[in-house]
């Protein structure tokens, strides 16, 4: 552990360069993320060996995989805006799928969030995919185009099997809902907002392109490395972004905002939760899971979000942890665990911040009408006793005999009436409070029980 935040810049970089030996790597571009700070970066070995060239914040590499977590959001701000539903069968905006092998039941079992969280059972890659070959669909028409070799392999929820496929035909569900092409939804939607001015598909402008990192092929029997022979067409919604240092910390610190404040905040800090969180176990360990387009890794009891990315000479990772807002970044261009550097990155900072706090900061403004709902409410039948605390800018219930129960209140456009925010079983119920005549609190209905006040004895 860092003896002090000064040092942790230091101990970070030496990390990532031990790293790069360790895996006899080509190089690696890394960073660490707090908040909305880059905490720190560092490029380590080399971006292209034959002009000697090394990599930093703003050199590219293909990001693969990472794709999905921009799709997704792009899937849930359309949601957002009423366009679709998560639970909408795929084929009733891609009727072409009803003709895709369907052996366990109806097509429409086939829905948007079972895609995004590849629980879907559907094939894995596209028709006609050959990774030896380095060939994948041209785009999807294509894969549409013989769609009747595509279809489910496994009945649904029965466990994760990851699907290029899937991500494809939800980029085409994008480009259908909105009436644009995918990556130009992208664009003025997601990307602009949040100033990711690197973040580009396939073909890159020539600026972009003159900052790519080269890709090289795992080593054989010699330390020479080479190249990796590149695919022959574009993924696109699957994984076709190409990134930096910079603009992926920016993605990671738009993950771990704390509140819907500021500009290009292109989804709500409730949608970005409900993406983050897990939905379904990966592994019988119980150390894996699955959200919406992000999966989790738990590691000495810290749950890292995240997700990879490989593609033909790069390996990339983000992690973050949503409770401490700390995150890291790990782009090889190379063959290395990725993953395992980002979360140890991460973790390197994540335990310096912990023990090295930033100063206290003057609490949010209680709003003046809400002053006379805190206090003490009892439910005899139930024998509890809560509190109505003001917490970090939230009304929120606490139960001192119940420490992870934390229903936090969401205010609606009515006077005394809110809505349980995420996170507890009373998840989306009303609460509502009532009033005597002179104004008073009487009393507070939390989903199905009511709650009389405690007034103060005088």
């Not at 799709?71 to 891609?94: F, K």
């Not at 990307?191 to 580009?200: A, F, K, M, N, V």
């Not at 999966?295 to 593609?311: C, N």
């Amino acid at each position: 552990m860092a003896s002090s935040l000064t040092d942790l810049p230091g101990e970070l970089e030496s990390r990532a360069r031990a790293f790069v030996r360790e895996h006899r790597l080509p190089g690696v571009a890394a960073a660490v993320v707090h908040g909305d700070d880059l905490l720190w970066a560092s490029g380590e070995g080399f971006a292209d060996i034959a002009a000697g060239r090394r990599p930093d914040t703003h050199t590219l590499y293909r990001v693969a995989s990472i794709t999905k977590t921009f799709t997704g959001t792009a899937i849930v701000q359309l949601r957002d805006a009423g366009r679709l539903h998560l639970d909408d069968p795929a084929v009733a905006y891609i009727p072409e799928l009803a003709s895709a092998g369907a052996p366990f039941g109806p097509i429409e079992t086939l829905t948007i969030r079972r895609m995004l969280s590849h629980e879907s059972g559907l094939m894995g890659d596209p028709p006609g995919t050959d990774w030896s070959a380095r060939t994948y669909p041209a785009d999807v028409a294509e894969i549409l185009g013989r769609v009747e070799e595509a279809g489910l392999r496994i009945p649904v929820n029965v466990q994760q099997k990851y699907s290029n496929l899937a991500y494809e035909l939800l980029g085409e569900i994008v480009a259908r809902v909105s009436g644009r092409p995918y990556p130009e939804y992208l664009q003025d939607n997601i990307l602009q907002p949040l100033g990711l001015e690197s973040t580009s598909f396939e073909p890159l402008t020539d600026p972009l392109a003159a900052r790519c990192a080269v890709g090289y092929a795992p080593r054989a029997l010699s330390d020479e490395l080479v190249p990796a022979r590149p695919l022959e067409s574009n993924l696109f919604a699957a994984g076709g972004l190409w990134s930096c240092v910079q603009d992926l910390a920016r993605w990671i610190s738009f993950q771990l905002r704390a509140d819907d404040a500021g500009d290009g905040q292109v989804l709500s800090r409730v949608s970005l939760r409900e993406m983050q969180r897990p939905r379904y176990l990966g592994d019988e360990a119980w150390t894996e899971a699955w959200g919406v387009a992000w999966y989790a890794t738990r590691r000495e009891d810290v749950t890292w979000v995240m997700h990879s990315g490989g593609l033909f000479g790069f390996i990339s990772n983000i992690c973050f942890d949503p409770k401490e807002r700390v995150g890291a970044i790990a782009l090889i261009n190379g063959y290395g665990p990725a993953d395992d550097l980002a979360m140890e990155l991460a973790a390197m900072a994540r335990r310096s911040i912990l023990a090295h706090p930033l100063p206290v900061e003057p609490p949010q403004p209680l709003p003046a009408e809400w002053q006379t709902l805190l206090g003490l409410y009892a439910d005899p039948d139930l024998g509890m006793v809560v509190r109505l605390e003001w917490r970090d800018g939230k009304l929120t219930f606490v139960d001192p005999d119940d420490p992870g129960w934390r229903p936090m209140l969401r205010p609606t456009d009515v006077p005394d009436e809110f809505v349980v925010e995420l996170g507890v079983r009373q998840s989306g119920e009303p609460c509502t409070f009532d009033r005597r005549a002179d104004g008073r609190v009487r009393a507070v209905v939390l989903g199905p029980a009511t709650f009389a006040r405690l007034d103060p004895v005088e």
